[in-house]
């Protein structure tokens, strides 16, 4: 593909790698939708681990008193469960969709900075393997994914330290990703594709973005005070120094919060991309979705507080965050009801990406619900850090973000193979994550407000016989669960080795990602459209006759119009197909993210010598990164 | 003898007024009937502080499953309904209604800003300190908690107790919460007290004193939990408080005020006395006699040690509580499940506990940050002895 | 990229508004610390206090550290007027005036240290060392991007055409003096003002 580069110029160490096909591709690569693959796979993987976490807390607590495992490492495994699927799971999972999908939604040939783009995934990855790494260094994080100080501050050992440094490690790759991909949406759209023709999944991933961009830096300062606390003795949280501990939870939940809706926007935008391609309809109240969507970002970051309120803060404190966080539930009821009303009036295909994102509307209805009692300050008191936390926020996360993810997958497969996931399998596995999901969660609802506490290694026997059947329940779901998980590695391996073909276009779509062939080729688009409508590859394959019923276009009648339009908008792309230049694979984002595991050991175990190779690695890293040919027109 | 007075045996299951639970039933009718064996449940209130926010929950809850109703409602209405009948046809494309956007977009917030007035009243009300309310002041520990009543004891010096909060029947109370470790906030967490009958959860900070208002109603015994992750033994490290009649309670101070007698000379339990004090040396294990970390009033050793360290919690009237280790544990055999205690001590444990804390309870009594009881390297002899000492402490 | 620097959506570079975002990301994590700093000002948990600020020492480094903002658009408009020249002169005199800065940091710490101010003396001293010390690493990492534009420019691979190249490293340098021009006033001079004369 690369025809015109500088790269044959020049000694061996400056010259680009040049392969963009085959395996050893992928660590080179700077191509979105690789990158979006291999973030896909290693969400996977992390997402094996988190499940296993968190398959060994449950059979911990399918009895009472049991002594299964000790509390120290109940204690390991419930923290990074919490910290593996929120930061090495959701977040990333949504990074995989975002860097395949964005461009091509937009009508892009690439992100913004693409080679900045393969740092955050190799960061992203460095990062997951410093923070595993910590099991087989003297015991994994143990002071909850919230890592609330002191605790965090004065457990012996390393545990927390990893806890702190690898997430300002997954901080880095995030705040670069969030950068690159506001710049791409706000930059590289298409020539017509105005804001509000932009689909909702793209809307989300500003906003989600942008909450990224303002929140990643409140915690890494809180962080940082952390790791110092940790290895050199500060105070930033110590009491009897005359620090303060309520400090870390008001940065950590001044990010943790956004952080919600970090993880649950792009679901909502995946299932308002598949309800209305399987509706047949378009987006009901897309504008009121849109800025519902950016209400949720605002006063995402004016509720913080709501996780503190049994923490030492006033009524008054209490009762203004007990008022904004009711009234964050305006906007997510919106959502709810717009999605509904897609669906109502629309000719329904139950695909199995339909149905996981109707699954998804209905269990996140529960989750909201629940979260709206929270809201009940003074019954907080009551419901926080017990099991029916714990389910509401199950249900938002895994029956929201979760269901909307695999949504996503069941829907975008086609694009990314060619090939279609098998729809028995699909639906044996929506089923089976379906039931194992209420099976689990839905009894914690009920352990909970009989009084069991949430992150106890003992479920103790004196809480009755009703709250021990309710978590033999709940561990009984979080097998069916394994089952279902299962079932759906089978389809996807499956699928990509002998799926049936699936055309270009399999759902009759409405966005532009389906316009171009399936898989999408290197370039993306061999023309970039000019768009002209909201969901603008419906609007070319149909058009609404004088009494307002839809009629398909002719084949091809579409495209003539469009081309010369389109040609003369893009004029990078040179003389017709295969001729298009794409940025070079290069090798500086793997190298020089590499020396994150230098870096991170370094401050852990306070290794002058070591930071020195970090430092000295990461620093040519950078200028390898900086002296690189490129070819003409390639900014990075 | 341990007076069965102090210490009222509920009578009957507690029960809430039938109208709540007909209020319930659609959303959980296993729960109305399990409530009663659940101890720990929020959904049991036994006074004005948790009854305030149990009944803005109920009608939360009921608007909820009304909401919840509406739209899976909706959703089955539209998966049923509208389900692609392949006549090929297109449906009509309708892009939204914007009086139907503004029907959902402000009859929520109504209902919300509905329930926000008594939400907001009920954050006031229960921050306010009533006047006149007495005070106990309750130190978290890793992994147990201490109460101090301050001006009850003997010349108006404070009674100091563990695990088990004792109160006057229809009181207000005030507890006024810190965390510390020895008497310094330097190796303190924070952790969360909550009883759920009596009220909802506070959080307990090291260099801060935080509160929780609430009101006793009759005699009983309820059941609480630390709730604020506070690290390896979190789990164990419970609490209950005991309602005493004002009679009772009375009593009780009575009791509490007075230092432990030294047992007579030649028994087990004197010999348990002396071992408080004098642990015979064992290579390794350096300081650890029991008045290095435990004060019981009234102590006097052989060499006229005293027992003042308040490291561990205070053991003056030990036998006097029915839970011991952070409330893990019973000190009296139970008859039928929680709450109910015999007279028979439950020596076993007790033996077991003094010979090697850390087995029976996960603590981290050596090394950097030591939280805990250590492994003492006794005899079982000489634990039965210590123990025997202990079971005097009435 | 195909959609190169003159094809954008806005008509914005990307990597001018790529640095405009981050720098949006950067407020917030000094603003973090600035906060910190506030809360913690009189938490010196015995040990010195605000009320070792020289402010007439750190008033002239401040002053410096302004300056080197002047040099630094001087530079960009020498780029912009395609004059290599004085454009490698000035990002040399930005670049010294940055060090001329980090010099009197150091030396300031040094101060501190000896006046029993460490590290880990107090929240307080915890907040101001690591707040003005994350600052100095901003200021070390500018000097390096200026001292790396200086070198490219040397190499040929920033062309005169690509003022915009040192137009984004302008506007990282402008954005650590700005935040500097907070901290000066809201870290030494409020504090020591409160501590020193009682507000």
């Given at each position: 593909m690369a025809s015109t580069t500088t790269s044959d110029a020049g000694p061996l160490l400056a010259r680009r790698p040049m392969?963009?096909?085959?395996?050893?591709s992928f660590l080179t690569t700077v191509d979105h939708k690789k990158i979006g693959i291999m973030y896909f796979w290693t969400t996977l993987v992390f997402f094996a681990l988190g499940g296993f976490e968190a398959v060994f807390v449950r059979t911990q607590l399918?009895?009472?008193?049991?002594?299964?495992?000790a509390e120290e490492l109940y204690n390991q495994l419930f923290t990074m469960h919490g910290v593996t699927m929120v930061f090495l799971v959701v977040m990333p999972l949504s990074a995989a969709f975002f860097n395949y999908l964005l461009p091509l939604m937009i009508g892009?040939?690439?992100?913004?900075?693409p080679r900045l783009n393969a740092f955050s995934y190799w960061v992203y990855l460095f990062g997951g393997i410093f923070l595993y790494s910590s099991f087989f260094l003297g015991?994994?994080?143990?002071?909850?994914?919230?890592?609330?100080a002191p605790l965090s501050t004065n457990i012996p050992g390393n545990n927390m330290a990893f806890y702190a440094m690898s997430l300002q490690i997954l901080g880095i790759s995030s705040l670069a990703a969030s950068v690159n991909f506001i710049v791409t949406i706000v930059n590289m759209r298409?020539?017509?594709?105005t804001f509000m023709r932009m689909p909702v999944f793209v809307w989300m991933s500003l906003v989600v973005n942008f909450l990224l961009l303002f929140s990643l830096p409140i915690i890494t300062v809180g962080l940082i005070m952390l790791q110092f606390d940790i290895a050199?003795?500060?105070?930033?949280?110590q009491a009897s120094a005359?620090?303060?501990?309520i400090l870390w939870q008001h940065l950590f939940w001044l990010f943790g919060h956004p952080e919600v809706y970090i993880l649950i926007l792009p679901a909502m935008g995946i299932v308002s991309e598949v309800l209305p391609t399987f509706s047949k309809k378009?987006?009901?109240g897309y504008s009121f979705l849109v800025f519902a969507g950016a209400a949720i970002g605002f006063i995402g970051f004016g509720v913080w507080a709501h996780h503190m309120?049994?923490?030492?803060?006033g009524p008054v404190a209490r009762a203004s965050f007990g008022l904004s966080t009711m009234f964050i539930a305006v906007p997510t009821g919106i959502k709810i009801f717009n999605w509904v009303f897609t669906m109502i009036g629309g000719k329904i295909k139950f695909t199995t990406a339909m149905l996981f994102s109707v699954g998804f509307v209905a269990m996140f209805t529960i989750g909201g619900l629940s979260g709206v009692t929270h809201a009940i300050v003074p019954h907080d008191y009551q419901q926080t850090d017990t099991y029916w936390v714990v389910a509401h926020f199950h249900y938002v996360l895994f029956g929201g973000a979760m269901f909307g993810g695999v949504s996503g997958m069941y829907y975008w497969f086609p694009k990314v193979t060619g090939k279609l996931m098998n729809e028995t399998l699909g639906r044996l596995h929506f089923w089976t994550w379906f039931i194992g999901f209420n099976l689990t969660f839905g009894p914690m609802h009920m352990s909970g407000l009989l009084g069991q506490p949430r992150r106890t290694a003992v479920l103790p026997a004196g809480l009755g016989d009703a709250v021990v059947l309710y978590n033999l329940l709940s561990t009984l779901g979080a097998f069916v669960l394994i089952v279902s998980s299962l079932i759906f590695l089978v389809n996807l391996i499956k699928s990509i080795k002998s799926g049936e073909p699936s055309g270009n276009d399999p759902w009759d779509a409405?966005?532009?990602?389906?316009?171009?062939e399936s898989p999408t080729?290197?370039?993306?688009?061999?023309e970039i459209p000019v768009v002209a409508h909201r969901d603008e590859f419906w609007h070319r394959k149909y058009a609404e006759d004088e009494a307002g019923v839809l009629r398909p276009v002719p084949a091809g009648a579409s495209e003539d119009h469009d081309v010369d339009a389109a040609v003369a908008t893009d004029e990078?792309?040179?003389?017709?197909?295969?001729?298009i230049h794409m940025p070079d694979p290069s090798y500086w984002p793997l190298v020089m993210t590499a020396a994150f595991l230098p870096f991170g050991y370094a401050v852990i175990y306070k290794s002058a010598p070591l930071l020195l190779l970090a430092a000295v690695w990461m620093f040519a890293g950078f200028y390898g990164w900086i002296i690189e040919p490129l070819a003409a027109g390639d900014d990075d | 003898m341990r007076d069965p007075h102090l210490h009222?045996?509920?009578?009957?299951p507690r029960r809430r007024p039938v109208g709540r639970v007909v209020l319930l039933a659609l959303l959980a009718f296993a729960l109305a009937a399990c409530s009663a064996s659940a101890?720990?449940?929020?959904?049991?209130?036994?006074?004005p502080a948790a009854q305030q926010p149990d009944d803005l929950f109920r009608v939360v809850l009921l608007i909820a499953l009304v909401v919840f109703l509406v739209v899976q409602g909706l959703i089955i209405y539209a998966v049923v309904k509208f389900r692609?009948?392949?006549?090929g046809e297109l449906p009509k494309q309708v892009h939204g209604n914007t009086k139907m956007e503004l029907v959902w977009t402000i009859v929520p917030a109504l209902i919300l800003a509905g329930i926000s007035v008594p939400t907001i009243k009920a954050v006031f009300d229960l921050a306010e300190e009533p006047p006149g309310a007495m005070i106990v002041e309750v130190i978290g520990h890793s992994w147990w908690w201490e109460y101090r009543y301050p001006g009850?004891?003997?010349?108006g010096t404070d009674l100091i107790t563990a695990n088990e909060m004792v109160l006057p029947e229809n009181t207000d109370i005030t507890l006024k919460m810190t965390a510390e470790e020895s008497g310094s906030t330097a190796n303190a967490v924070i952790h969360a007290y909550w009883i759920p009958a009596l009220a909802g959860k506070q959080d307990v900070v090291p260099g801060r004193i935080t509160t929780i208002n609430l009101q006793t109603s009759g005699p009983d015994v309820y059941m609480g939990q630390c709730?604020?992750?506070?690290?390896?033994?979190h789990a164990n490290m419970r609490n209950y408080a005991t309602v005493l009649s004002a009679a009772d309670f009375d009593a009780w101070v009575e009791l509490q005020g007075t230092p432990a007698a030294m047992p007579a000379e030649g028994s087990d339990a004197a010999e348990g006395a002396r071992l408080f004090a004098q642990l015979r040396d064992v290579e390794?294990?350096?300081?650890?006699?029991c008045v290095s970390c435990h004060a019981i009033s009234g102590y006097v050793g052989?060499?006229?040690?005293?027992?003042?360290?308040?490291?561990?919690?205070?053991?003056?009237?030990?036998?006097?509580?029915?839970?011991?280790a952070g409330a893990i544990f019973d000190l009296y055999e139970t008859?039928?499940?929680?709450?109910t205690w015999t007279d028979?001590?439950?020596v076993e444990d007790l033996v077991k506990w003094v010979q090697n804390a850390p087995e029976m309870k996960a603590m981290?009594?050596?090394?950097?940050?030591a939280l805990g009881m250590p492994n003492?390297?006794?005899?079982e002899q000489e634990a039965r002895q210590i123990v025997a000492y202990l079971l005097t402490l009435k | 990229m195909s959609t190169a620097a003159h094809e954008t959506t806005l008509g914005v570079d990307h990597r001018k508004l790529a640095m405009w975002v981050f720098l949006g990301s950067e407020f917030l994590f000094f603003g973090a610390f600035i906060s910190t700093f506030l809360l913690y000002f009189k938490e010196t948990n015995g040990g010195p206090g605000?009320?070792?600020?020289d402010i007439a020492f750190t008033s002239v480094s401040s002053f410096i550290l302004l300056m080197s903002s002047l040099t630094m658009v001087l530079a960009h408009n020498a780029h912009a007027h395609r004059d290599m020249r004085r454009l490698r002169m000035w990002l040399l005199a930005t670049a010294m005036l940055g060090l001329v800065f980090i010099g009197g940091q150091a030396f300031e710490f040094t101060t501190f240290y000896k006046e029993?101010?460490?590290?880990?003396?107090?929240p307080m001293s915890s907040a101001f060392f690591v707040l003005t010390g994350l600052h100095g690493a901003h200021v070390t990492i500018g000097i390096v991007l200026l001292l790396s534009t200086y070198a490219l420019t040397k190499t040929g691979k920033?062309?005169?055409?690509?003022d915009v190249k040192t137009e984004i490293v302008g506007l990282y340098w402008h954005f650590v003096d700005i935040v500097w021009v907070l901290i000066f006033t809201v870290v030494y001079l409020i504090p020591y003002d409160i501590v020193v004369f009682g507000g």
């Amino acid at each position: 593909m690369a025809s015109t580069t500088t790269s044959d110029a020049g000694p061996l160490l400056a010259r680009r790698p040049m392969k963009t096909q085959g395996r050893w591709s992928f660590l080179t690569t700077v191509d979105h939708k690789k990158i979006g693959i291999m973030y896909f796979w290693t969400t996977l993987v992390f997402f094996a681990l988190g499940g296993f976490e968190a398959v060994f807390v449950r059979t911990q607590l399918m009895k009472a008193e049991s002594t299964f495992m000790a509390e120290e490492l109940y204690n390991q495994l419930f923290t990074m469960h919490g910290v593996t699927m929120v930061f090495l799971v959701v977040m990333p999972l949504s990074a995989a969709f975002f860097n395949y999908l964005l461009p091509l939604m937009i009508g892009a040939r690439d992100v913004a900075f693409p080679r900045l783009n393969a740092f955050s995934y190799w960061v992203y990855l460095f990062g997951g393997i410093f923070l595993y790494s910590s099991f087989f260094l003297g015991g994994a994080p143990n002071g909850g994914w919230f890592g609330y100080a002191p605790l965090s501050t004065n457990i012996p050992g390393n545990n927390m330290a990893f806890y702190a440094m690898s997430l300002q490690i997954l901080g880095i790759s995030s705040l670069a990703a969030s950068v690159n991909f506001i710049v791409t949406i706000v930059n590289m759209r298409a020539v017509g594709m105005t804001f509000m023709r932009m689909p909702v999944f793209v809307w989300m991933s500003l906003v989600v973005n942008f909450l990224l961009l303002f929140s990643l830096p409140i915690i890494t300062v809180g962080l940082i005070m952390l790791q110092f606390d940790i290895a050199l003795g500060t105070s930033f949280y110590q009491a009897s120094a005359g620090g303060d501990p309520i400090l870390w939870q008001h940065l950590f939940w001044l990010f943790g919060h956004p952080e919600v809706y970090i993880l649950i926007l792009p679901a909502m935008g995946i299932v308002s991309e598949v309800l209305p391609t399987f509706s047949k309809k378009p987006l009901f109240g897309y504008s009121f979705l849109v800025f519902a969507g950016a209400a949720i970002g605002f006063i995402g970051f004016g509720v913080w507080a709501h996780h503190m309120f049994t923490s030492a803060i006033g009524p008054v404190a209490r009762a203004s965050f007990g008022l904004s966080t009711m009234f964050i539930a305006v906007p997510t009821g919106i959502k709810i009801f717009n999605w509904v009303f897609t669906m109502i009036g629309g000719k329904i295909k139950f695909t199995t990406a339909m149905l996981f994102s109707v699954g998804f509307v209905a269990m996140f209805t529960i989750g909201g619900l629940s979260g709206v009692t929270h809201a009940i300050v003074p019954h907080d008191y009551q419901q926080t850090d017990t099991y029916w936390v714990v389910a509401h926020f199950h249900y938002v996360l895994f029956g929201g973000a979760m269901f909307g993810g695999v949504s996503g997958m069941y829907y975008w497969f086609p694009k990314v193979t060619g090939k279609l996931m098998n729809e028995t399998l699909g639906r044996l596995h929506f089923w089976t994550w379906f039931i194992g999901f209420n099976l689990t969660f839905g009894p914690m609802h009920m352990s909970g407000l009989l009084g069991q506490p949430r992150r106890t290694a003992v479920l103790p026997a004196g809480l009755g016989d009703a709250v021990v059947l309710y978590n033999l329940l709940s561990t009984l779901g979080a097998f069916v669960l394994i089952v279902s998980s299962l079932i759906f590695l089978v389809n996807l391996i499956k699928s990509i080795k002998s799926g049936e073909p699936s055309g270009n276009d399999p759902w009759d779509a409405r966005t532009l990602e389906w316009m171009t062939e399936s898989p999408t080729p290197e370039v993306n688009f061999y023309e970039i459209p000019v768009v002209a409508h909201r969901d603008e590859f419906w609007h070319r394959k149909y058009a609404e006759d004088e009494a307002g019923v839809l009629r398909p276009v002719p084949a091809g009648a579409s495209e003539d119009h469009d081309v010369d339009a389109a040609v003369a908008t893009d004029e990078h792309a040179d003389d017709g197909h295969g001729h298009i230049h794409m940025p070079d694979p290069s090798y500086w984002p793997l190298v020089m993210t590499a020396a994150f595991l230098p870096f991170g050991y370094a401050v852990i175990y306070k290794s002058a010598p070591l930071l020195l190779l970090a430092a000295v690695w990461m620093f040519a890293g950078f200028y390898g990164w900086i002296i690189e040919p490129l070819a003409a027109g390639d900014d990075d | 003898m341990r007076d069965p007075h102090l210490h009222p045996v509920p009578t009957a299951p507690r029960r809430r007024p039938v109208g709540r639970v007909v209020l319930l039933a659609l959303l959980a009718f296993a729960l109305a009937a399990c409530s009663a064996s659940a101890p720990q449940s929020v959904l049991d209130p036994q006074g004005p502080a948790a009854q305030q926010p149990d009944d803005l929950f109920r009608v939360v809850l009921l608007i909820a499953l009304v909401v919840f109703l509406v739209v899976q409602g909706l959703i089955i209405y539209a998966v049923v309904k509208f389900r692609d009948n392949g006549d090929g046809e297109l449906p009509k494309q309708v892009h939204g209604n914007t009086k139907m956007e503004l029907v959902w977009t402000i009859v929520p917030a109504l209902i919300l800003a509905g329930i926000s007035v008594p939400t907001i009243k009920a954050v006031f009300d229960l921050a306010e300190e009533p006047p006149g309310a007495m005070i106990v002041e309750v130190i978290g520990h890793s992994w147990w908690w201490e109460y101090r009543y301050p001006g009850l004891g003997p010349d108006g010096t404070d009674l100091i107790t563990a695990n088990e909060m004792v109160l006057p029947e229809n009181t207000d109370i005030t507890l006024k919460m810190t965390a510390e470790e020895s008497g310094s906030t330097a190796n303190a967490v924070i952790h969360a007290y909550w009883i759920p009958a009596l009220a909802g959860k506070q959080d307990v900070v090291p260099g801060r004193i935080t509160t929780i208002n609430l009101q006793t109603s009759g005699p009983d015994v309820y059941m609480g939990q630390c709730t604020e992750y506070c690290g390896l033994s979190h789990a164990n490290m419970r609490n209950y408080a005991t309602v005493l009649s004002a009679a009772d309670f009375d009593a009780w101070v009575e009791l509490q005020g007075t230092p432990a007698a030294m047992p007579a000379e030649g028994s087990d339990a004197a010999e348990g006395a002396r071992l408080f004090a004098q642990l015979r040396d064992v290579e390794g294990l350096g300081q650890r006699a029991c008045v290095s970390c435990h004060a019981i009033s009234g102590y006097v050793g052989p060499d006229g040690e005293v027992a003042g360290a308040g490291v561990g919690p205070d053991l003056t009237h030990l036998m006097d509580r029915e839970m011991f280790a952070g409330a893990i544990f019973d000190l009296y055999e139970t008859s039928d499940g929680w709450g109910t205690w015999t007279d028979e001590p439950n020596v076993e444990d007790l033996v077991k506990w003094v010979q090697n804390a850390p087995e029976m309870k996960a603590m981290r009594a050596t090394g950097e940050n030591a939280l805990g009881m250590p492994n003492l390297g006794l005899t079982e002899q000489e634990a039965r002895q210590i123990v025997a000492y202990l079971l005097t402490l009435k | 990229m195909s959609t190169a620097a003159h094809e954008t959506t806005l008509g914005v570079d990307h990597r001018k508004l790529a640095m405009w975002v981050f720098l949006g990301s950067e407020f917030l994590f000094f603003g973090a610390f600035i906060s910190t700093f506030l809360l913690y000002f009189k938490e010196t948990n015995g040990g010195p206090g605000v009320e070792l600020f020289d402010i007439a020492f750190t008033s002239v480094s401040s002053f410096i550290l302004l300056m080197s903002s002047l040099t630094m658009v001087l530079a960009h408009n020498a780029h912009a007027h395609r004059d290599m020249r004085r454009l490698r002169m000035w990002l040399l005199a930005t670049a010294m005036l940055g060090l001329v800065f980090i010099g009197g940091q150091a030396f300031e710490f040094t101060t501190f240290y000896k006046e029993g101010l460490t590290l880990a003396t107090s929240p307080m001293s915890s907040a101001f060392f690591v707040l003005t010390g994350l600052h100095g690493a901003h200021v070390t990492i500018g000097i390096v991007l200026l001292l790396s534009t200086y070198a490219l420019t040397k190499t040929g691979k920033i062309t005169p055409e690509q003022d915009v190249k040192t137009e984004i490293v302008g506007l990282y340098w402008h954005f650590v003096d700005i935040v500097w021009v907070l901290i000066f006033t809201v870290v030494y001079l409020i504090p020591y003002d409160i501590v020193v004369f009682g507000g």
